[in-house]
């Protein structure tokens, strides 16, 4: 079986000089292909060069975590990154885009507008070179929902991907209207996750993707809590390599075969982000 993890900060491992490592892993795994979403400008580069040395695919933008210690000119260097690699096969996505209503700074003045511009600043700039958009949700949707329906325009759609999804039934249906699929993860492998496994089992099979998020939002099997921590317990370390146990997850919610959820999610990650089809051969 084949899988692709839609959403893996790869450079996340350079500091270990763990890349290599990690990427042999998640292959040996049968995880063939990874997308390695930015997050600020200084590591625009950083993920566009790790996507060629692997064999994966990329995405620029600036996370609303960012935010707060970007530069004045971080939009008209992303503009400026854009232009000169819009043609990179490699560069699937304008992402990780959004909004964070999560983070208590992030939701006060001025970072809850300056995030909010940011933000509509880089769909419109998705829009100009026609790229899909990778988001970041988090206690965000219905705000992140009003941007994407303003900047489309009546009857406007987009593609690309919701990533981490945990929201609300209607708030996932209304993603699915403009266009986007929903990325599931670790956070599905959490038996107190009711929501989200329920959303995992009974939205359309066309509108799910699969991700690690790695090395964020670990599965149940690498998680400890913070008194293991303090007890000296290490957080287990989350990887591509994750994403085949996570898919058994996902298949087991939804009483299906494993091959068929590789086959769909597969699809469905090119149905969102056209690029990788090509990649993928």
Known sequence: MRWIDTHCHLD????????????????????????IPAVEVANLHVVRDLAHHQNYSYCLGIHPLYVPTAQDNVLAVLAQELQAHHADP???????????????????SPWRE???????????????????VVLHVRRSADRLLKHLREVAGPGGRW????????GSEVQAQEFIKLGFKLGFGGAVTFERAHQLRRLAQTLPLD????????????????????????????????TPAELPRIAHTVAQLRGMALEDLAQASTHNACKALPRLAALLV
């Open 114 to 132: 300056k995030q909010e511009a940011i933000y509509r600043a880089q769909l419109k700039l998705a829009r100009q070179y026609g790229l899909p």
């Open 159 to 166: 593609q690309g991907i919701a990533h981490a999804f945990n």
């Open 207 to 238: 509108a799910l993707v699969l991700e690690t998020d790695a090395p964020d939002i670990p599965p149940h099997w690498l998680y400890t809590t913070a008194a293991q921590r303090e007890a000296g317990t290490p957080q287990g370390r989350n």
């Open 90 to 108: 490699r560069l699937v996505a304008v992402g990780e885009i959004g909004l964070d209503y999560f983070v208590p700074q992030l939701t006060q």
């Open 12 to 35: 996340a491992f350079e500091a270990d000089q763990q890349v290599d490592a990690v990427c042999l892993a998640a292959r040996q795994a049968g995880v063939v292909h990874c997308v």
